[in-house]
């Protein structure tokens, strides 16, 4: 029973380490990473506190070395799916009946775990299992991982804090319910942090979850749960499931007690799920509730007045960093006629100097892409782009998966603004240019607002700020997270709460007390502490 109304320690964003030449935080990570690579490991399904073995093993490999393999995970069929959503079920009435702030510690201490000991296994299995370099990995799964546990939990707080006015002789108060029933998870393969937020902040706030991966993202994905098992989170709460999306979804949304999703992944398969819950709306107990981020297709906008080396550093940086493979990495830009000259040369001087192989070397700035079907999607649009007459590739282009998933950082010039290119998602490391007439730049906002039908990123550059005022004005609908003067990567927990809308997604804001909300009903309670004993109101009595 709560004894009083409890504080929890103030959150500040975990402080990203250097991995400078010397420091001990890149020895302790060189010789994780090195550990886990040679060591083979078997990875089960966590279902209600056991880890469950089929049998049916698929290989982990490595992007940029796939003859490599890491491990086996064990997938799961339909009855897994079954076992996990009654695990939940079971595990549900204690989770949401336990008073809150022993749920806040159980996450609190995750976050410090992985802020100390758990920090460079996790870093080293997203570099091993993701390709990313040490400086992404340890934004990633270290740093925005830890700020997610201890922002969500003083958000948490935030909201059961929420509480309505009371007149006199009446007390009112609100209560903050998990939701009836168990919640999906869905998470993606790109962000470490991303797969461990979704099923976390449900959990957080009294829900029970299941939770399946990317299938590329499963090596990490598995030191997280046992991270929050050492953390001490109960048996059931979250489970974790190696199973088709089909399969599980034939049987999550199909069931009764489905009361939500929490995903992260394309926009097709989102509608489709949205779809999905739609035509089977009779069959739950409450309206499930659909949180989503589905992608972008981001931009950076250049006025006449921008400065070109920073322009240059933030397409260089925002279109390639993680390999272009992020859903707010920068995918068209539109710089004006006077700066294009000055912007390209800079830009082929930083590709020139990328360096790309192995993220164990961490002179690397570029590493692999994700998988066999991500590389030949990619490298279908660049070999579409040499073809064309509508689109020059202006430096990088090519591309060799014998060892691993490499492509060049590739820059496309395009001679027309709606070339598939400047509309489609590509999700690797390819950025399409467009060079707009300097004095046009009223009509390149209209262009950059109507081109694509997502709205998760995008930046301006500007040093006129009546041409930033403009743009944030007129792009106010484009972009869920807009930049000034800056690359439309890189949101941190508690500073910029991501997400964005049109096709790009629910904009329920990851970092934000709004995404939480979502994963909450509330039960307004009304105390009269002095009843009425009579019907009769003062105006039915008689007289003048």
Known sequence: MATGFFKVPTPVNEPVKSYAPGSPEREELLSTYQALKADEVDVPMFIGGDEVRTGNKQPILQPHDHQHVLGYYHEGDATHVEQAINAALAAREAWAEMSWEHRASIFLKAADLLAGPWRAQLNAATMLGQSKNAFQAEIDSACELIDFLRFNVHYMTEIYQMQPESSPGVWNRMEHRPLEGFVFALTPFNFTAIAGNL????????????????????YAAHMIMELLEEAGLPNGVINLIYVDGPTAGDVIFNHRDFAGIHFTGSTGVFQHIWKTIGNNIHRYKSYPRIVGETGGKDFILAHPSADAKALATAITRGAFEYQGQKCSAASRAYIPDNLWEEVEQYIREDLKSFKMGPPEDFSNFINAVIDEKSFDKIAQYIENAKKSNEVEVITGGNYDKSKGYFIEPTVLLAHNPQYV?????????????????????????ELVNDTSPYALTGAIFARDRYAVELATKKLSNAAGNFYINDKPTGAVVGQQPFGGARASGTNDKAGSMLNLLRWVSARSI?????????????FLREGK
């Open 199 to 218: 099923p976390t902040s449900v959990a957080m706030m009294g829900n029970v979850v299941i939770w399946k991966p990317a299938h590329t993202q499963i």
């Open 526 to 538: 009304k105390e009269t502490f002095v009843p009425p004993v009579d019907y009769r109101y003062p």
């Open 421 to 445: 290119t400047m509309c489609e998602e590509i999700f690797g490391p390819v950025i399409t240019i467009y060079v707009y007439n300097e004095h046009n730049f009223e009509d390149t906002l």
